[in-house]
C-alpha cells in the first residue's frame, strides 16, 4: 500500500520507501525490504512485513490503534490480546511524511484491504476456503488432545490470517457492547444471597445449578429443568414430561408391568371420564376427593353472543356432569358387577397404565401436579384374607423394585386411619427420606374391605349356591417415584442414576484423529464397532455420542449432567494401545484405564458395584435420619422451624404413640409433622408393648414414624 498517486508530484514523497513503513516494520521488529509490497495475494510463505500488518491491525486480532504523535515526532503502536494491552512500542521518526489523513483510521485500511479481497478469482477463493476449513479442523484437534494455549496460537493466528485474506469483513472490530442493565431487586424480605459466577435473569433460561445447601428446594427444580427431565405447560399445574425423564417411567414401567403380571394381573384400560353419579355411591370416597375433582358440564362449544372467544354452549349442558379421573375405582368396580358372577371368576386382578387429574393449588414437579402418570390396580376377592394378602404381597413388590431398579431404602408400613386412603379400611405405604430429611410416601396398597362391592352391588355366588359381598383392594405408584430418584442420589452437579435404571448406562464418546488421517479412522471406527457390541452383547444400555458439531468437553458435561453412570472415551492413541477410558459418574475417582479386551467385562462389574454403593449410601443416610426415643418438645423445637428448602435436616422420628386422630391433629398444627406410618416390622416385633406415647404420655398402641414430607 504505497501512498496515493496523487502525492507523488510532492517532491516529499520521492523518498525511496515511506517513513511510516520504516516505522511500522521497526515496531515489529521485522527487517526492511528496500522494495515495494508484494502483490495483494502472495503465497503464505512470501507474505511480506506489511501485508502481514495489515491483516493483523486492520482484523484488530492483535493491533488496537496506531497513534501518530508529529508533535513528538514518533510512532506508537500499541498491541493488544483479547482486549488487554501486552506490547507498546514507541519508535522514533525524523518526519511523518506523505501520510494522507484518511489512511490513519481504520475504517479506510479496512476498505483499501477489502479492495484487494475483491479482486481475488473463484479459484483462489476456493484455495482459501479449502486451507481455512482445513485449519480449522487441524486447532479443533489440537484441542482435542489438550494441546496448550501457546502451542495453538500461532494457528489460530494463521487461520485468523487466512479469513482475513478471504473476507477482511470477517474479522472486523466488534462493536462496543453497551453495558448490561443492572438485575431487578430482590423483592422485599427475601434473603440477600451471595453473587453466583453467572448471575442469571431468568431461571427458565439459565444451567446453574442451586447447590442443595443454599435451597433445597430450588436445587430439586434447577436439575429438573437442567437436565431435561420436564418443565410447565400452559395449564396451570400440569407438566410437560421431556424425553429423558419420559425414558426413566419407561424403565420403572418395564420393571414393575413384569412385576404386576407375575402377581397374577392383567392390563386394562378404562374410561377417563367417570359419571359424578359414580363418585356419590361411595360416602367416604367422594368425600375424600371433592375438592380434588375437575368436572366437565357441557359437551361442546359456541360462539359468544358478543362475539369475543367461545362459551359453553347453554345448550349443551350434561345432564349427569362427569369427572375427570382422579382414581378409577368407581368406574372399575362398575364393571366388575358385570364380570363376577361365580366363586371360579375370583381373585379377578386388573391394572391399567394412565393418567389421573387431581385439582392442586400448590404443586412441584413430579411430586404434586395435577395430571399426573401412574399405575393403578384393582383386585376382587372371595375372603377378607386374601385382599389383605394381595395388598400386602403388592406393597412388598414396589418396597423390593424400589430397592433394586432405583437403590432406594424404604420404610414399609401402615397408615393411621387419618392418613388412610379414602374409602379404604387400611392402607400399607412404603416411605422414602430424602436428602433434605423429608419423607416422600412413594408408594401405597389399600385393603378396601366390601364397602366398594358393596356400593356398586358387587357379588358372587360361592360354592354352596350362596351370594356373597365382594372383598377388594387397589394398589398404585406414580411419577412421582421420579422426584423420590432425583432427591435420594442426585448432586450439585446435577443428576446421578443408578445403572439399573439409567436409559443410557454406558455414552462412549469417541475422539476421532486428524481429518487427513484415513489409516487412523478405519482402525478407530473398527475399534468402536467392536466396543460397542461387547457391551451390548454384556447386556448394557450403550449410547454413542459421535455429534461432530459439539466438542468432547461439551459432551462430558452434558452427560455428566444427565447422570449417565459410565462414560467412555476412545481416541488414536487409545485404540494403538489397545485400550479406553472409564469414568464413572460417582464412586471413583479420576479416570482409568481399561484394556479393550476388558471392556464388557470391568464395565459390568463397574456398574454394578455402582448400584451398591449408591444403595448402601441411602440406607446409610436412612440409618442416620431415624432419630429414637425422642421427646416431643425435642421434636417439636427441630421440626417447627424445618422447611422443604433446608439442606440436611433433622430427619423422621420413630417414638411410642397412642392412636389418637385428636392428638394426630393437634400436632400437625404444631410443628408441621405427620405420621408418615406405623412401621411394620417394629411393630409386628412388639417394640411398643410397656411403653408410654410420647405425646400423652398414655400407654403405647403403636411405634410411629412421625417427620415433614412432601
Known amino acids: 500500500l504505497q501512498p496515493p498517486s496523487s502525492a507523488s508530484k510532492d517532491p516529499v514523497h520521492s523518498h525511496p520507501q515511506p517513513l511510516y513503513t520504516k516505522a511500522i516494520a521497526a515496531a515489529f521488529h521485522r527487517p526492511q525490504r528496500d522494495k515495494p509490497p508484494m502483490s495483494p495475494n502472495p503465497s503464505a510463505r512470501g507474505r511480506n512485513v506489511w501485508l502481514g500488518l495489515v491483516t493483523l491491525t486492520t482484523a484488530l486480532a492483535m493491533t488496537r490503534a496506531f497513534q501518530l504523535l508529529p508533535a513528538a515526532r514518533r510512532v506508537i503502536v500499541t498491541t493488544t490480546s483479547r482486549g488487554r494491552s501486552v506490547a507498546r512500542t514507541s519508535v522514533s521518526v525524523d518526519r511523518i511524511v506523505g501520510l494522507p489523513p484518511s489512511t490513519t483510521s481504520r475504517h479506510s485500511l479496512m476498505t483499501r484491504y477489502m479492495s484487494q479481497a475483491a479482486t481475488l478469482s473463484d479459484e483462489q477463493k476456493a484455495d482459501l476456503e479449502s486451507k481455512i476449513k482445513d485449519k480449522g479442523d487441524a486447532i479443533r484437534s489440537l484441542k482435542d488432545e489438550g494441546v496448550s494455549k501457546d502451542e495453538l496460537a500461532p494457528h489460530v493466528a494463521e ?25 431487578q ?43 431435561d427431565l420436564a418443565e410447565t405447560s400452559p395449564v396451570r399445574g400440569c407438566m410437560v414430561i421431556k424425553p429423558w425423564g419420559m425414558s426413566l417411567w419407561d424403565e420403572i414401567r418395564r420393571d414393575l408391568d413384569d412385576r404386576i403380571r407375575e ?27 371433592a375438592k380434588e375433582c375437575a368436572v366437565v358440564t357441557h359437551h361442546r362449544l359456541t360462539a359468544s353472543p358478543d362475539g369475543n ?35 371360579r371368576d375370583l381373585p379377578l386382578k386388573v391394572n391399567q397404565w394412565a393418567n389421573v387429574m387431581r385439582w392442586e393449588m400448590r404443586t412441584r414437579p413430579f411430586l404434586r401436579t395435577s395430571e399426573f402418570l401412574w399405575q393403578e390396580g384393582h383386585t376382587a376377592h372371595a375372603t377378607a384374607e386374601g385382599a389383605i394378602t394381595d395388598s400386602k404381597d403388592m406393597l412388598d413388590q ?8 432405583l437403590a432406594i431404602p424404604v420404610v414399609k408400613g401402615a397408615k393411621s386411619p387419618s392418613e388412610r386412603f379414602a374409602g379404604a379400611e387400611e392402607t400399607f405405604t412404603i416411605e422414602a427420606l430424602m436428602q433434605n430429611g423429608w419423607a416422600l410416601q412413594s408408594g401405597t396398597s389399600h385393603f378396601l374391605g366390601q364397602s366398594f362391592g358393596k356400593a356398586f352391588d358387587v357379588t358372587f355366588q360361592d360354592a354352596e349356591g350362596k351370594q356373597q359381598d365382594v372383598w377388594g383392594t387397589s394398589w398404585g405408584v406414580s411419577t412421582r417415584l421420579l422426584g423420590a430418584l432425583i432427591m435420594t442420589h442426585s448432586d450439585d452437579a446435577g443428576l446421578v442414576l443408578p445403572p ?21 479412522k ?73 484394556s479393550l479386551d476388558e471392556v464388557s467385562t470391568k464395565a459390568s462389574e463397574g456398574l454394578d458395584n455402582l448400584q451398591e454403593y449408591l444403595l448402601d449410601s441411602a440406607k446409610e443416610r436412612l440409618a442416620a435420619g431415624m432419630n429414637m426415643m425422642t421427646t416431643y418438645d425435642q421434636m417439636k423445637e427441630l421440626l417447627e422451624k424445618d422447611e422443604a428448602s433446608e439442606y440436611d435436616g433433622p430427619g423422621l422420628y420413630l417414638v411410642p ?16 409433622a405427620t405420621i408418615r406410618c406405623y412401621p411394620t416390622d417394629v411393630n409386628e416385633a412388639g417394640m411398643a408393648e410397656g411403653k408410654k406415647c410420647f405425646y400423652s404420655g398414655e400407654d403405647a398402641t403403636h411405634m410411629a414414624l412421625f417427620g415433614r414430607a412432601f
Open 398 to 405: 414396589y418396597a423390593d423394585m424400589c430397592e433394586k431398579l
Open 263 to 289: 402377581h397374577g394381573a392383567e392390563n386394562a384400560y378404562f374410561p377417563l371420564l367417570i359419571p359424578k353419579s359414580f363418585l356419590s355411591k361411595e360416602a367416604e370416597h367422594v368425600d375424600g376427593f
Open 500 to 520: 439399573r435404571v439409567a436409559p443410557v448406562q454406558v455414552v462412549v464418546v469417541p475422539i476421532p484423529p486428524k481429518k487427513n488421517d484415513e489409516e487412523g
Open 185 to 227: 431487586q430482590q423483592k422485599k424480605g427475601q434473603k440477600q444471597q451471595q453473587q453466583k459466577p453467572k448471575q442469571q435473569t431468568d431461571d427458565a433460561e439459565s444451567d446453574y445449578i442451586t447447590p442443595r445447601a443454599e435451597n433445597y428446594s430450588k436445587w430439586y427444580n434447577d436439575i429438573i429443568r437442567v437436565c
Open 309 to 343: 372467544g367461545l362459551i359453553a354452549d347453554p345448550e349443551a349442558e350434561l345432564e349427569d356432569p362427569l369427572i375427570i379421573r382422579p382414581t378409577s375405582e368407581t368406574m372399575i368396580w362398575n364393571m366388575f358387577k358385570k364380570w363376577i358372577v361365580s366363586h
Open 657 to 672: 404413640w397412642k392412636c389418637d386422630a385428636a392428638n394426630e391433629e393437634k400436632i400437625k398444627e404444631e410443628c408441621k
Open 522 to 594: 478405519v482402525a478407530l471406527n473398527n475399534a468402536l464397532d467392536k466396543l460397542v457390541a461387547d457391551l451390548k452383547g454384556a447386556g448394557l444400555k450403550v449410547k454413542v455420542d459421535d455429534r461432530d458439531y459439539v466438542r468432547n468437553g461439551a459432551k462430558y458435561f452434558e452427560w455428566e449432567r444427565k447422570g449417565v453412570p459410565l462414560r467412555i472415551e476412545l481416541g488414536p492413541r487409545d485404540v494403538k494401545g489397545g485400550v479406553c477410558v472409564f469414568k464413572y459418574r460417582v464412586g471413583s475417582e479420576g479416570k482409568e484405564t481399561v
Open 159 to 183: 487461520l485468523l490470517a487466512l479469513k482475513a485474506e478471504l473476507d477482511p469483513s470477517s474479522v472486523a472490530p466488534p462493536k462496543k457492547k453497551k453495558k448490561q442493565q443492572q438485575q
